[in-house]
Structure formats: C-alpha cells, structure tokens
C-alpha cells in the first residue's frame, strides 16, 4: 500500500523521485518549479537512499549531469521551467541522438522569452515536435493531477530505459503549485552498481578486459552510417507510436461535440462538460496522456461521431494543428485558449464551444 | 636497410618500449605533428601503469579531440561543446569510486565551456581535467581561440589579434588555480622528450590525486602546437611555441596539493 500525502505538484515529483529509486537529481532554480529541488534539498536523500541531488551552474550544466549520469546506466533527472527547458535544448538532442534514458520535467510557464511565472501550455511545439536539432522526438507525458504527477516519474523511467530516449513530464504552473491528496508509491531499491553493469551492457561503467570499451557519442563523421543510425532512430518512433499511446476518455459515448485537452485544461474542460450538460449540450473530452506519440486515431474514432472538436489548451493554438492532422474527416476543429499565464475558466471554455463549434 | 638486417633488430630481446594497449588501433586523425597524439598517449599510459584503466570513464570534447573515443580504449562518453565537466561531475557523482577525466581543448574549456569549467573547479569535483592549449580552433579551420596570443593571426584575426577589440587571451589556467575546490594545477608541454616525460608524471600525480584523496580537482594544462592552423611546419611551429606561448603559458607547477607555488 502506498501512503497518501497531501502535496503539491512539485513536492510529489520529488518525493516521487525519491521513492522510485532514482540515482541522481540535478536542477537549477526557476519560478514555478523550485519546489522540486527545494524539496529534495530539504528531504536528504542522499543520507538515505544514496540518491545524488544537485544544484547546477545551469539548466545547460544540470542536462549535462544528467547526460553523464544517464550514459553510465543510472536513473538521472531534470527539472525546469520554459525559460530554461529551452536551455536544455542541446542536451536533449544530444541525449536523443547518443540514446540515452531519462526524465526531464518541464512546468510550464507562460512565453516567448522571460514571459511570465504563471501557468501554460504554450510549450507543446517544443515537447512533441523535437525541440532540439536535427530529426528526433522524446516521449512526452501530461499529467492533470498532482497524483499523475508522482505516478509518471516511475513511468517515465521506465519508459526511457525500454526505449533509451528522454523523456518529458510536460506539467504546468497550475499542476506544479496546486496541492492534491496523492497516494505515493511504496520505495523501489535504487539498482546496485553490479544490476546495472548487467542490465544495460552499453553503459560506460568501466571497461572490464572481458568487452570492448562502451562509447556514448551522438557523432558519426560517416554520413552513412549516420544516416542508418538515423533509420534506427525513427523506428525506434515508430514502435513507441505502436506500444505507447495513452489516453482517457470522458462521457465520450454519446458526446455531440468534443473537447481535446491535456494536463490542466483536460481538468476544465471536465467541468465545462458538466455546465454544458446541465443546458443539455452533450460534450465530451478526449484527454490524452501521451502527447507524443499522439493519441492520433482515437481522435480519428471520435471525429466519426461528433459534430465538431474543440482543442482547448493554454496556449495560441498548438496541440489543435495535431488534432486536424488526425481527424480526417470534414468537421469543424478549433482552438480556444487563455495566453500569457491567464487560466481559462470552465464558463469561458463552455462559452467557446458554443460560439466557435455550436453556433460557428 | 636491407631486410635480413631489420629483421635481426626487430626482435624481442631489443624491445625496449611498445604501445600501451590502452592506445586503440585506430589510425590518428590528428595532423602530422600535432601534440595530442603524444598527450593521449601518456594519458593512457598513466592509467595502464596505474591498473585503475578497468574502473575508468573519459570524456571527450567538441574540438580536435572530438574522436578522442576513437584512440583511447577505456569507456568514453562524447560530450557537447565545452559540457564535458559537467558530464564528469555527473558521472563521478553516481560513482565516486570511479575513475573519471576529461580532455579538452582551449576552445572547449575556456570559451564556450568556461562556467562548466569554472564550477567544476569550484565544486572540487574530484576528476582529472586535461585541457590541451594550442591557441586555436583547429577542427573548424584556424579560428581565434580564447588562448590565441596578442597578434597572433587567426581565421577570424587575420590581421592578428587586436586585443583593444577581441579581448585578451584567457589564463583560465591561473583563474582555476585560484579556487579552493581545485587540488593541483599544473601547466606542461609535449614537445621534447623531456617534457613528455615531465607531462607524463604531472597526468600520472594527478591521476594519483584523484585515486588518493577523494575531493579536489586536478587539472593539467598541456601547451602544445597547431602546426597547420598556425600556417607553419611542425619544427617551425615547435619553435614558435616555445618564443611565444611560452612566455605567455609558462611551464611549470601552479598550485600543489591545495598550495599556489607560482604565481
């Protein structure tokens, strides 16, 4: 049995962490995540479960310790904020490309540039689309609670270690600050040097006479074989997109129209659903988890039977051009979204349902 | 020499040096002339004489030594450019009973890589950095570097390095000896067999540091040449290294065991 607590978002990641037996936290402070490397400071883990927790010189530095880390078989974590998940970019894509396992946590605030400390979802471009250079994509979870929050760590791992590629926790301000009850799982062992030097064969954990030396490098000269590890690469992608799909429908069966929308705007469009059926509109929401691979043909599904979708997000409309990729029918799609930190209330997403897809 | 002849020499009894099996097969990439070969060389070397190669993680930089995974046969990681201290710290800190360093160039280190550099240091990482100063950008053509000397014409200084525009060259060196988390600091060349030799046991002591005492960095600067971004044959470019650089870099110890020796 797990414990319940009553956290927030970012206490739950950390405390997550530790209890998922995560080797290694490094992190540099930025408004509204600090609480993650606040919480692990303050908690000691390294006096208890060996967990290594740093605070960086940077958000370029902390990916780079998590590279190094990651690349010698150890569970390895980041956290940040838009400002400086852009930072991270370069690690990212080079984590990508030397294939190696493990999470970075982005709580999203409002953009471009310094923008604001409150919530956002303007960062999806950045998470699902590559963010980094060159061709590669990382996978990308949303959570909507503070118990997600916690879940998808060890999910997160997990995931990262069976395919060896980053992965993201695409959270928010609102789901990084707000408290919930969670329940936190039991403590999991993190792995022993000796479990790890048999698990993952490629990590750079010294060279015993018995192999030849491991190299973690995102570089080939060749343009070959770059192109072949390229190859490898993508259906790495695209046995993701076949395995890993995830998302949650809600009062979908006999919805009339439908809301798509992730992490806080999928707790909104929960209740703009509720008010829209106490006046007898019938909506419903397609909530994805995953946000990369993209929940694609469950919204080709759900397209066949309502009349139109909204793509409610916190942001100018990002996630929507996803949504009109996969509906492939002729109905009506738009976006509807508070920008800049501002949260839109569930009258205001009812009230655009009604105007742009009821009544437009 | 007739064959017969060279056959009678190459025999076991006159075997008086081989290449340390640390060193890979790998042809060198480096031009003909240049130091690094000579600085992988010792730096493996060290790590063979000192049994610890089995228990040893390196990490190579963006720059010339980009390939350094190629030559030298411990487990690499490839780090982005100038991030290769934050790798090591990484990575020692997951396992501190490893053996960890990094080789790094001038544009690496002490450009685009200076705050991973300075907080490393700062931090007392305890990893061995070598850092080669040829006072240039070799892989990309024969840019002007962080090292590259007042006046000394580059790619990007072709009317040489006006100082009162582009700065003056970093003693990044002399900076990191100046903080307390740095344990040794020393600055040597490959040019002689007499500074190879020095090199070698200034990389094997801080090996041996690092082996020894658990915290505190030790970093090694290596002063070498760039024969063809410095335009010169390699004895010319041996020459103008010790006229030129030297006076800048001097050779020597900079800081033992926690104590600044030279200023």
């Known amino acids: 049995m797990g414990e319940l607590k009553l956290m927030k978002g970012n206490e739950a990641i950390a405390e997550a962490a530790i209890r998922a037996g995560v080797d290694a936290y ?3 402070p ?15 883990p390294y006096e208890t479960t060996g967990m290594v927790v740093l605070q960086a010189e940077s958000e370029v530095a902390a990916i780079n310790m998590v590279y190094g880390a990651a690349g010698t078989g150890k569970k390895a974590m980041t956290s940040s904020s838009s400002p400086g998940i852009s930072l991270k970019q370069e690690g990212i894509s080079y984590m990508a490309g030397a294939e190696l396992p493990c999470v970075i946590v982005n709580v999203v605030r409002g953009g471009p540039g310094l923008g604001t400390i409150q919530p956002s979802q303007a960062d999806y471009f950045q998470a699902v689309k590559g963010g980094g250079h060159g061709d590669y994509h990382m996978i990308v979870l949303a959570p909507a609670s503070v118990q997600e929050m916690a879940d998808f760590v060890t999910k997160g791992f997990d995931l ?18 707000m408290m919930e009850k969670v329940i936190m799982p039991e403590h999991t062992p993190r792995w022993t040097d000796e479990e790890i030097i048999e698990k993952w064969p490629w990590a750079t954990t010294g060279k015993p006479g018995s192999r030849e030396r491991n190299i973690i490098t995102s570089l080939d000269l060749d343009s070959g074989r770059q192109e072949q590890h390229n190859i490898h690469l993508q259906k790495k992608y695209k046995e993701i997109h076949e395995n890993e799909i995830e998302f949650e429908e809600f009062m979908c069966d006999d919805a009339d129209y439908l809301f798509v929308a992730y992490g806080s705007s999928a707790r909104i469009a929960q209740k703009a659903i509720k008010l829209g059926r106490e006046k007898g ?3 419903g ?3 994805p988890i995953t946000l990369y691979p993209f929940p694609a043909e469950a919204i080709h599904r759900l397209a066949k039977q309502v009349k139109g979708i909204l793509s409610l997000e916190l942001s100018a409309g990002q996630m929507v051009e996803d949504i009109r990729l996969s509906v492939g029918c002729d109905i009506k799609v738009e976006h509807f979204g508070r920008m800049g930190g501002i949260i839109h209330s569930p009258a205001e997403a009812l009230q655009a349902l009604e105007d742009k897809i009821i009544g437009g | 020499m007739k064959e017969e002849v060279l056959s009678d020499i190459i025999n076991v009894e006159n075997l008086v040096y081989k290449k340390t099996p640390l060193m890979t097969d790998n042809i060198l990439s480096y031009c003909p002339g240049c130091g690094h070969g000579t600085a992988h060389r010792i730096t493996m070397e060290v790590l063979e004489e000192l049994g610890v190669w089995k228990d040893t993680i390196g990490i190579a930089p963006v720059g010339c030594s980009v390939l350094a995974y190629e030559f030298m046969n411990v487990d690499m990681q490839q780090a982005a450019h100038g991030r290769a201290p934050a790798l090591a710290t990484g990575i020692k800190r997951c396992w501190p009973h490893k053996v960890v360093f990094t080789y790094q160039g001038d544009g690496d280190l002490a450009a685009i890589g200076t705050a991973e550099t300075i907080h490393a240091c700062n931090r007392g990482e305890n990893i061995v950095i070598i850092f080669v100063n040829n006072g240039i950008y070799g892989m990309t053509g024969g840019q002007m570097a962080p090292t590259t000397l007042p006046g000394m014409k580059s790619s990007t200084s072709p009317y040489g390095r006006d100082v009162h525009i582009m700065g003056n060259p970093l003693k990044i060196t002399e900076l990191v000896a100046e903080l307390p988390g740095v344990r040794s600091v020393t600055r040597q060349a ?11 046991r200034a990389i094997r002591k801080a090996f041996e540091n690092q082996l020894k005492y658990k915290e505190g960095l030790n970093f090694v600067e290596i002063v070498s040449n760039c024969n063809s971004g410095w335009k010169m044959t390699p004895v010319h470019s041996n020459k103008w290294m010790e006229e030129n650089m030297f006076p800048y870099f001097p050779l020597g ?10 200023k």
């Open chain 1, 160 to 177: 990262a270690f069976k395919y060896r590629t980053p992965v993201m926790i695409l959270s928010d301000g609102l789901i990084g600050q």
């Open chain 1, 26 to 28: 490094f992190g540099y």
């Open chain 1, 281 to 283: 509109i019938k909506a």
């Open chain 2, 253 to 262: 110890d900079i800081k033992v065991d926690g104590e600044i020796v030279n």
């Open chain 2, 190 to 200: 490959v040019h002689t067999p007499g500074n190879v030799r020095k090199a070698k």
């Open chain 1, 30 to 44: 930025i408004t509204p995540q600090s609480e993650v490397i606040e919480y692990l400071m303050a908690e000691k």
């Open chain 1, 285 to 287: 929401l397609l909530r």
